[in-house]
């Protein structure tokens, strides 16, 4: 299209050499163009038709197929332990709409791998890993949303057969909405109030085996489903899981940390903030996340900005790009500006965690309460603003911005889910205000 | 805030909390921008927290008190976040050493410092005067205008393939209208004619 190639033509700077900087660095920039080339070159992996279209059923089986046929080229195309590399071909291939594994890799492996003691990483880390099992993680309650304090599910310690007995005693127990726990998960990493002799330890995370792993029928004593259609991602079986006296064995609690003796005693961990250790993380994550979903609506938006013809300003001979207009750039550009912001901010955090989680292995976890509290308010501003961001691309976009043409809604709904998931964004900023008004 | 109250020190991400309001000139840069930032996000934190005590000494409990303040507390920790993105920003920009890059980054720099001291105007105008926030208007138009000719170039940078993003509208060879037209052709609506339905309900609404 002219329109475009005259816009890029009038670019001051190389867009590869950005690339690299929003990126983090040239290498994973261009190993994004090399992914990305590489997918569009195994016919298998194209979309059957466009997802608008599918039904969920269909949504469903197409990630599924495509995670088959994925399995079979993962090795050839990306390097398996690059957990960005993973993410950026995944969404390549699949998209947003989500599929069974979509939680698999970001919160089933990531608390086994740091909450879990050498011996549960041999047991479960690599099968994990070689995707022989598949897995999810269930914090979440139906009544009580992801509030630690107030969780119903209970693991109660039997000394005398040393298992741990996971119950959810009302139908608010439920665990609901854990992404791919409703249908394609047959492991948990389940989160439930420990209990040895009456006393209550509060939340801690157990390996939880809630399907066969032939027949993939749910076990005895475990309730299990999909909590029905959401506002987007809904190739992904969001789920609810209940138990009925469950039992499992002692060894089966994360133990990296916090621990329970054969004979019932319980040994604390050496700091009690290290369980914000998980929450820090995917907070974190998600300052980068949202700015490239912003980045993703903006990319339809502007360019559709340039394509775009309506009106006249000085030269009544040719409509106008609407990208002249100052409302549309009103529009469009902080937003751009927010874009690369929560970009930078995201990568700055992100330094900040692997600081305070190389300060953990020698004991230190001062800066992990500071990082807490910003990273609640970080997550909470950023969607928020990543929302407001996206509506404004769409309506941008006129009228066709309303069709699912424009794909937008598709990345609004996705987006706009991180306003409520990790933490609904209130509850995030009265956590950030708590530590401001200590200090 | 309680912990510079009784003057404690505080770590560097909450050192504004302690720092004393100065007089700001916004021709000096992005960081009078912060500035300005900082002593919203610090006057507002003061203030919640000032309240919340206020409260708790007018008898309420602890837990009434924080939900009774609720809202102001709620400011304070966006306006605390605002601030470190846009530090984080600034910081970013200003240690990249590619000038053509750096060139449009502080472009956009620009027009962020000044949407979002906009956008919190009425903090903002407990320490910048009605014409200073005219002045940063004007900036933010100008900015927006230095801005237009890199607007594709900023976000084709993000380099989301077609296949990516899924959307007739933002394909990257700008051929939006005839595929438009393909996609609405691909409906499943279209792929008859006439629908059952027309012939199950419509028709014999119509027949009557």
Same mark, same amino acid.
């Given at each position: 299209?002219?329109?475009?190639?005259?816009?890029?033509?009038?670019?001051?700077?190389?867009?590869?050499?950005?690339?690299?900087?929003?990126? #983090? %660095?040239?290498?994973?920039?261009?190993?994004?163009?090399?992914?990305?080339?590489?997918?569009?070159?195994?016919?298998?992996?194209?979309?059957?038709?466009? $997802?608008?279209?599918?039904?969920?059923?269909?949504?469903?089986?197409?990630?599924?197929?495509?995670? =088959?046929?994925?399995?079979?080229?993962?090795?050839?195309?990306?390097?398996?332990?690059?957990?960005?590399?993973?993410?950026?071909?995944?969404?390549?291939?699949?998209?947003?709409?989500? @599929?069974?594994?979509?939680?698999?890799? =970001?919160?089933?492996?990531?608390?086994?791998?740091?909450?879990?003691?050498?011996?549960?990483?041999?047991?479960?880390?690599?099968?994990?890993?070689?995707?022989?099992?598949?897995?999810?993680?269930?914090?979440?309650?139906?009544?009580?949303?992801?509030?630690?304090?107030?969780?119903?599910?209970?693991?109660?310690?039997?000394? %005398?057969?040393?298992?741990?007995?996971?119950?959810?005693?009302?139908?608010?127990?439920?665990?609901?909405?854990?992404?791919?726990?409703?249908?394609?998960?047959?492991?948990?990493?389940?989160?439930?109030?420990?209990?040895?002799?009456?006393?209550?330890?509060?939340?801690?995370?157990?390996?939880?085996?809630?399907?066969?792993?032939?027949?993939?029928?749910?076990?005895?004593?475990?309730?299990?489903?999909?909590?029905?259609?959401?506002?987007?991602?809904?190739?992904?079986?969001?789920?609810?899981?209940?138990?009925?006296?469950?039992?499992?064995?002692?060894?089966?609690?994360?133990?990296?940390?916090?621990?329970?003796?054969?004979?019932?005693? $319980?040994?604390?961990?050496? @700091?009690?903030?290290?369980?914000?250790?998980?929450?820090?993380?995917?907070?974190?994550?998600?300052?980068?996340?949202?700015?490239?979903?912003?980045?993703?609506?903006?990319?339809?938006?502007?360019?559709?900005?340039?394509?775009?013809?309506?009106?006249?300003?000085?030269?009544?001979?040719?409509?106008?790009?609407?990208?002249?207009?100052? *409302?549309?750039?009103?529009?469009?550009?902080?937003?751009?500006?927010?874009?690369?912001?929560?970009?930078?901010?995201?990568?700055?955090?992100?330094?900040?965690?692997?600081?305070?989680?190389? #300060?953990?292995? =020698?004991?230190?976890?001062?800066?992990?309460?500071?990082? @807490?509290?910003?990273?609640?308010?970080?997550?909470?501003?950023? *969607? @928020?603003?990543?929302?407001?961001?996206?509506?404004?691309?769409?309506?941008?976009?006129?009228?066709?911005?309303?069709?699912?043409?424009?794909?937008?809604?598709?990345?609004?709904?996705?987006?706009?889910?991180?306003?409520?998931?990790?933490?609904?964004?209130?509850?995030?900023?009265?956590?950030?205000?708590?530590?401001?008004?200590?200090? | 805030?309680?912990?510079?109250?009784?003057?404690?020190?505080?770590?560097?991400?909450?050192? $504004?909390?302690?720092?004393?309001?100065?007089?700001?000139?916004?021709?000096?840069?992005?960081?009078? $921008?912060?500035?300005?930032?900082?002593?919203?996000?610090?006057?507002?934190?003061?203030?919640? *927290?000032?309240?919340?005590?206020?409260?708790?000494?007018?008898?309420?409990?602890?837990?009434?008190?924080?939900?009774?303040?609720?809202?102001?507390?709620?400011?304070?920790?966006?306006?605390?976040?605002?601030?470190?993105?846009?530090?984080?920003?600034?910081?970013?920009?200003? %240690?990249?050493?590619?000038?053509?890059?750096?060139?449009?980054?502080?472009?956009?720099?620009?027009?962020?410092?000044?949407?979002?001291?906009?956008?919190?105007?009425?903090?903002?105008?407990?320490?910048?005067?009605?014409?200073?926030?005219?002045?940063?208007?004007?900036?933010?138009?100008?900015?927006?205008?230095?801005?237009?000719?890199?607007?594709?170039?900023?976000?084709?940078?993000?380099?989301?393939?077609?296949?990516?993003?899924?959307?007739?509208?933002?394909?990257?060879? #700008?051929?939006?209208?005839?595929?438009?037209?393909?996609?609405?052709?691909?409906?499943?609506?279209?792929?008859?004619?006439?629908?059952?339905?027309?012939?199950?309900?419509?028709?014999?609404?119509?027949?009557?």
């Amino acid at each position: 299209n002219p329109d475009l190639t005259e816009e890029r033509m009038k670019g001051t700077f190389d867009t590869d050499k950005m690339a690299a900087l929003i990126y #983090g %660095s040239e290498k994973f920039a261009r190993r994004r163009r090399e992914i990305s080339d590489c997918v569009s070159r195994i016919p298998q992996l194209a979309d059957i038709k466009p $997802y608008p279209f599918l039904t969920r059923d269909e949504k469903l089986m197409e990630g599924t197929r495509k995670i =088959s046929v994925l399995n079979h080229y993962l090795p050839a195309i990306i390097d398996k332990d690059n957990a960005a590399e993973s993410l950026h071909l995944h969404q390549e291939v699949i998209g947003f709409e989500g @599929h069974p594994l979509a939680l698999h890799d =970001s919160l089933f492996i990531p608390p086994l791998l740091t909450q879990g003691t050498d011996e549960q990483h041999e047991k479960w880390l690599g099968r994990a890993k070689r995707r022989e099992i598949i897995g999810c993680y269930a914090q979440t309650e139906m009544g009580h949303g992801s509030n630690l304090r107030a969780l119903e599910t209970t693991a109660t310690y039997d000394i %005398s057969t040393q298992e741990f007995i996971l119950h959810t005693p009302t139908i608010t127990a439920l665990k609901w909405w854990p992404g791919n726990l409703g249908k394609s998960s047959n492991w948990a990493v389940v989160v439930a109030d420990l209990v040895i002799k009456d006393t209550h330890y509060g939340a801690h995370m157990f390996m939880v085996q809630i399907r066969d792993e032939k027949t993939h029928e749910p076990l005895t004593g475990i309730t299990v489903g999909d909590i029905g259609p959401k506002m987007a991602f809904n190739a992904a079986d969001n789920g609810f899981l209940g138990f009925d006296h469950y039992r499992i064995p002692r060894d089966h609690l994360l133990m990296k940390y916090s621990r329970v003796e054969p004979d019932g005693t $319980y040994i604390k961990p050496m @700091h009690a903030k290290i369980n914000y250790h998980g929450m820090v993380r995917v907070r974190s994550n998600m300052t980068t996340e949202q700015g490239l979903f912003l980045a993703h609506a903006l990319t339809i938006a502007v360019r559709y900005s340039a394509v775009r013809r309506q009106g006249y300003l000085d030269d009544k001979s040719h409509e106008v790009k609407v990208l002249d207009y100052q *409302t549309q750039q009103h529009r469009l550009f902080p937003s751009i500006a927010r874009a690369y912001a929560f970009q930078f901010a995201g990568a700055e955090t992100w330094k900040l965690y692997e600081q305070v989680l190389n #300060g953990m292995k =020698s004991g230190n976890v001062e800066l992990m309460a500071d990082l @807490h509290a910003l990273t609640s308010g970080l997550k909470s501003v950023v *969607t @928020h603003q990543t929302g407001e961001g996206i509506e404004q691309a769409r309506m941008a976009c006129g009228g066709h911005g309303y069709s699912m043409a424009s794909y937008i809604f598709e990345i609004f709904g996705l987006a706009i889910g991180g306003c409520t998931y990790e933490g609904e964004n209130m509850v995030m900023l009265l956590q950030l205000a708590r530590y401001l008004v200590k200090s | 805030v309680e912990l510079v109250q009784s003057g404690k020190s505080v770590g560097p991400m909450v050192a $504004y909390l302690a720092e004393p309001d100065t007089k700001v000139d916004l021709t000096t840069g992005p960081e009078a $921008y912060v500035k300005v930032f900082q002593h919203a996000a610090r006057r507002q934190a003061w203030k919640a *927290t000032d309240k919340f005590h206020e409260l708790m000494k007018s008898g309420q409990s602890r837990d009434i008190a924080w939900n009774n303040c609720a809202v102001e507390l709620i400011r304070a920790s966006r306006l605390h976040t605002r601030l470190y993105i846009m530090e984080t920003f600034i910081r970013r920009v200003s %240690s990249i050493s590619d000038i053509s890059i750096k060139k449009v980054l502080i472009d956009l720099v620009n027009v962020h410092v000044n949407y979002e001291v906009l956008d919190i105007g009425t903090y903002a105008l407990e320490h910048v005067s009605s014409t200073q926030l005219d002045s940063i208007r004007s900036q933010l138009y100008s900015s927006l205008d230095t801005l237009r000719p890199n607007a594709v170039s900023l976000i084709d940078s993000f380099q989301i393939s077609d296949m990516q993003l899924r959307s007739v509208l933002g394909r990257r060879d #700008g051929h939006v209208y005839p595929n438009l037209f393909e996609w609405a052709k691909a409906s499943p609506l279209n792929q008859t004619h006439v629908l059952p339905s027309v012939n199950q309900y419509l028709k014999p609404m119509m027949d009557k």
